[in-house]
């Protein structure tokens, strides 16, 4: 079986991770270095947002809000995105984490976090996808999808350019340059008053909202993720990737699953930022490492029970944690290919039940694993190494949701 990550293209990527990170270590003297981190905690029950200090454990913020919560940062990190499906709305957090680049160095600036005036309301908000200096919402029941720039909702502003989705449906709106990538729904079925229609393909959408092209299919889309300069989404038939294609607009791709891959697809994916490749699930007790540019681009890791939660490490490239439903949480070398260490860290968690029953989610943040178990209000830290637990955070209620935003800077 061929590799579908090829190594030494990846092993050179994670070298030339470490140098374009090592000119930061000959900052000027007068640099002090400065680190922090803060998780942002969403109840499973109650409607609210904690913002808490990942070194002390101590809250800096408890945010009221309408309902059950979703949690995006931007790509900056200065915003935390609480999209609440029920209750319609989609609240912005401001983290009180700024980095500003320098060149050699960036500037951390640390102050307060804040539940930001701005608030965007629309039918059941579903995907939020952070890009560049923007975010896309993207409104199930609302035909529509809203393209934000992240300075304005800083400055309590909420410009919005607006998308036509064609009709309401579970969908996704994803930027390339000044092109927009919209799911598209089945427009030729009829559907119960509570039900949405299902996706048939990606279309994608020129600045005057016109669209380029044809529809590309992708059944049943779901899952979005962006790595490099390259946006992919889940299908039946495979995953779809978008290239940029200059003025004729992004070129759409469909990566195929292979016969020799078992029955399933993937529905959830995330984006490598360092190196280019997709880690998504297939199925659920098995995930892929995709390479868009391998002829053999699928590479097929099976898990113990089924996947509850799976997260990339932004600062370590060749690792993803993964947690099972049997407590345990899984390290993948994505150059290997393969598990290389594995530890218990929580009771069992079941998936059978409601797919919004209270289980553990992940965060990374310091070179640590920060995990939320809501049977036990609180937020296990678990060292990404040994996989040992640190320490605890508690947190009242139930934590559920949980995102980590920070890093290290230099302070004058």
Not at 7 to 18: C, D, E, I, P, T
Not at 180 to 201: A, C, F, H, M, Q
Not at 260 to 269: A, E, H, M, V
């Amino acid at each position: 079986m061929g590799l579908s990550l090829t190594r030494n293209r990846l092993m050179a990527a994670v070298a030339a991770a470490v140098l374009f990170a090592a000119p930061g270590a000959m900052a000027e003297e007068d640099h002090e270095t400065k680190e922090a981190w803060r998780l942002f905690v969403a109840d499973h029950t109650e409607p609210v947002v904690r913002a808490i200090d990942f070194e002390s454990g101590r809250e800096l913020g408890r945010y009221d809000i309408k309902g059950y919560a979703a949690l995006t940062a931007s790509a900056s990190g200065q915003i935390v995105f609480a999209a609440q499906s029920g209750a319609d709305v989609i609240h912005a957090i401001k983290t009180g984490i700024d980095f500003s680049d320098h060149g050699e160095h960036r500037d951390l600036e640390v102050s307060d976090p804040a539940l930001l005036p701005v608030t965007f309301d629309g039918k059941r908000p579903g995907h939020v996808v952070p890009h560049d200096d923007h975010v896309i919402l993207f409104y199930d029941r609302g035909d529509k999808a809203e393209i934000v720039d992240e300075a304005d909702i800083l400055e309590g502003r909420a410009e919005k350019r607006t998308v036509d989705t064609i009709k309401p449906h579970h969908g996704v709106a994803v930027t390339m340059g000044r092109y927009v990538l919209v799911s598209v729904p089945n427009t030729e079925i009829e559907t119960k008053p509570d039900e949405l229609p299902p996706r048939i393909g990606l279309r994608v959408i020129d600045e005057k909202g016109e669209q380029v092209g044809d529809i590309a299919k992708c059944t049943d889309l779901h899952g979005e993720a962006t790595s490099a300069r390259l946006v992919a989404f889940g299908c039946k038939e495979g995953v779809l990737v978008a290239r940029p294609g200059g003025t004729e607009g992004p070129k759409l791709t469909m990566l195929a699953y292979p016969e020799s891959l078992p029955k399933g697809y993937t529905g959830t994916l995330l984006g490598g930022k360092v190196m280019q490749f997709f880690l998504g699930n297939y199925g659920e007790d098995k995930i892929v490492l995709i390479d868009p540019d391998s002829e053999e681009p699928y590479r097929l890791v099976e898990l113990p029970t089924r996947r509850v939660d799976f997260i990339l490490d932004p600062a370590n490239p060749r690792n993803a944690y993964i947690l099972t439903e049997d407590g345990e949480l899984h390290v993948l070398d994505v150059i290997k290919g393969g598990i290389v260490r594995k530890m218990t860290v929580t009771e069992p968690y079941s998936k059978d039940g409601h797919w919004r029953d209270p289980r553990p989610r992940l965060a990374v943040a310091d070179g640590q694993i920060a995990i939320t178990d809501p049977r036990h209000s609180i937020v296990r830290v678990v060292d990404a190494e040994t996989l040992k637990e640190a320490r605890t955070i508690p947190v009242e209620g139930q934590p559920f949701t949980i995102v980590a935003v920070g890093g290290s800077g230099a302070s004058h």
